[in-house]
């Protein structure tokens, strides 16, 4: 089991910077893939960035893209997503997954567990 808490959401202006956290706890985490996704108000769940299980690989959706950036602390079971030049259209409650797997899905079907999500609302 692998249990995940997201941290950092707030309310922005636009342009600003926000730090999202999501705390992982188990004993499989340092082999788990992480990712983020969100979901917008009357929009589907949809894919954000993703980092495989060393750090060392990551992907992101176009829309963020040079935007933001993911990473992960083994050592504190954390992970990271560093999110600048935000836009209105960031706004959405972000949630953290986690998938036991070396390689990096973008699927939200390919992950088996998931955080409560925070919320990220940017004014414009």
């Known amino acids: 089991q692998v249990q995940l808490v997201e941290s950092g959401g707030g309310l922005v202006q636009a342009g600003d910077s926000l730090r999202l956290s999501c705390a992982a706890s188990?004993?499989?985490?340092?082999?788990?893939?992480l990712a983020w996704f969100r979901q917008a108000p009357g929009k589907e769940r949809e894919f954000v960035a993703a980092i495989d299980w060393r750090g060392s690989a990551t992907y992101f959706a176009n829309s963020v893209k040079g935007r933001f950036t993911i990473s992960r602390d083994n050592a504190k079971n954390t992970m990271y997503l560093q999110m600048n030049s935000l836009k209105f259209e960031d706004t959405a409650v972000y949630f953290c997954a986690a998938k036991r797997t070396f390689l990096v899905p973008s699927a939200m079907q390919e992950y088996d567990y998931w955080g409560q999500g925070t919320q990220v609302t940017v004014s414009s």
């Open positions: 188990g004993r499989t985490v340092s082999s788990c893939a």
